[in-house]
């Protein structure tokens, strides 16, 4: 596979699916990421609906607390490309 966004793409969604149901900062110490950057993930895997948030809970903080799944759409792009790379 050529395309490095792809890529990376590929294994977000893949994160996602292994520790599903994940949070945020999970998601950004697994990947040695800024915030920045996996808030861009994944908002587009959200507004893409390859993610779904399973479940919110409000915190001390001021943004409640979400935790992620790989919805249906994501699991059939991620069996695509598995099914492609063997």
């Keep these: 596979m050529?395309?490095?966004g792809l890529r990376t793409l590929?294994?977000?969604?893949?994160?996602v699916r292994?520790?599903?149901p994940v949070n945020f900062s999970t998601l950004s110490k697994?990947?040695?990421r800024?915030?920045?950057?996996?808030?861009r993930y994944l908002?587009?895997?959200?507004?893409?609906?390859?993610?779904?948030?399973v479940s919110e809970r409000r915190t001390r903080g001021r943004y409640p607390s979400k935790d992620y799944a790989l919805s249906e759409k994501g699991s059939m792009l991620l069996a695509i490309f598995e099914n492609d790379d063997a």
Excluded: K
């Design 43 to 53: 908002r587009y895997c959200i507004d893409q609906g390859l993610i779904t948030v």
């Design 10 to 15: 590929l294994t977000f969604l893949a994160q």
């Design 2 to 4: 050529e395309n490095p």
């Design 30 to 32: 697994e990947r040695r």
């Design 34 to 39: 800024a915030y920045g950057m996996v808030s």
């Design 18 to 20: 292994r520790n599903a």
